[in-house]
């Protein structure tokens, strides 16, 4: 069965499911090797490093790094007031994943190779999604 709109495919399961369900309650977590001590994702039942079996859920940052981003143009329809254009960013998280996600207030050309960022969950209940914002400076 193909997903549509509609039917949006099936839901997610194992290690894919854990982590919809700490999205789902505002938090970003990780899986972390046992064996290696290597953070994971996307989930998974095994280690892509040591290829152990001992994963343990634990809780992330949240702060990463931007790796690169790439910019998505719409064409806009006429009345459409919806942005033209934004961003997909992968971004290194400091636990060691990279991970894909949007900086959704901040526009495209803003966004930096380098750029420092925070992880937040945003939706509303049953479509919550990791997003990113910038990390403010500390200096």
């Known amino acids: 069965m193909t997903a549509s709109p509609d039917r949006p495919g099936p839901p997610p399961t194992g290690p894919d ?3 919809q369900a700490h999205v789902a309650d505002g938090r970003l977590w990780l899986q972390t090797c046992q064996d290696c001590g290597s953070a ?4 998974r039942i095994l280690c892509p490093h040591c290829h152990s079996l001992s994963l343990q859920w634990a809780p992330a940052s949240g702060l990463g ?9 719409r064409r806009p329809k006429p009345g ?8 997909i960013i992968l971004v290194d998280l400091d636990e060691g994943p990279r ?11 803003d966004i930096r ?3 420092r960022v925070r992880a937040r969950i945003a939706g ?16």
Do not use: C, N, W
């Open 99 to 109: 991970i894909m996600s949007r900086l959704p207030d901040t526009p495209a050309a």
């Open 124 to 139: 509303e209940d049953g479509a919550r999604v990791v997003l990113f914002d910038p990390e403010e400076s500390k200096t």
């Open 113 to 115: 190779i380098g750029m």
């Open 65 to 73: 790094t931007v790796y690169t981003r790439s910019v998505l143009h």
């Open 17 to 19: 499911q854990q982590f």
């Open 40 to 43: 994971i994702f996307m989930p």
């Open 80 to 87: 459409d007031d919806r942005p033209t254009e934004h961003a």
